[in-house]
């Protein structure tokens, strides 16, 4: 009497099969818990790798689930040395609303940001482009000379 049961390889094939089908409907659903942001500085530790953070209408609603601690910010980039404010290209939402953004945030696979300074109510926090923490100033001066600082040095690296 034959004894019946899967070989090594059939075992293998379907725990490749059910992993790829688990990894492409987790994928599909896209399960994320609410990050939790008690202040706009820690805003690129708590964000994972390769996110676009998308702020719109009026600043009351973004594309990833988030505390909502974007009220009364303004983004800033710098230009001749004074601030200069970024305007963005409108989003469209799943339904197909366009709404006016107010701040497009990334955070690339290695871990740098898009910098900005963004100012909210009397308070100013530079976004570092590379891997530097970002700061909160009271005045904007020395909001935009730590701006130009890592700028210049990022420049200089290049020169050579």
Do not use: W
Not at 23 to 42: F, G, M, P, T
Not at 46 to 63: A, F, G, H, M, S
Not at 134 to 156: G, H, Y
């Amino acid at each position: 009497m034959k004894k019946k049961a899967f070989s090594l390889f059939e075992l293998i094939l379907v725990v490749i099969l059910i992993g790829l089908v688990y990894s492409l409907v987790l994928d599909k659903i896209n399960i994320k818990k609410n990050i939790h942001i008690k202040e706009l500085k820690s805003l690129k530790k708590l964000l994972p790798l390769d996110t676009k953070l998308i702020v719109y209408d009026r600043c009351q609603k973004q594309n990833i689930k988030i505390d909502n601690i974007f009220k009364n910010i303004k983004v800033y980039t710098v230009e001749n040395d004074s601030l200069k404010e970024v305007e963005f290209a409108p989003y469209q939402d799943k339904n197909g609303n366009i709404y006016d953004v107010c701040l497009r945030f990334q955070k690339f696979q290695n871990g740098s940001i898009t910098p900005y300074i963004i100012k909210q109510n009397d308070n100013y926090v530079v976004f570092y482009p590379y891997f530097k923490e970002p700061e909160k100033f009271s005045d904007v001066q020395s909001a935009i000379d730590a701006f130009l600082e890592t700028k210049l040095l990022k420049e200089f690296k290049d020169e050579y």
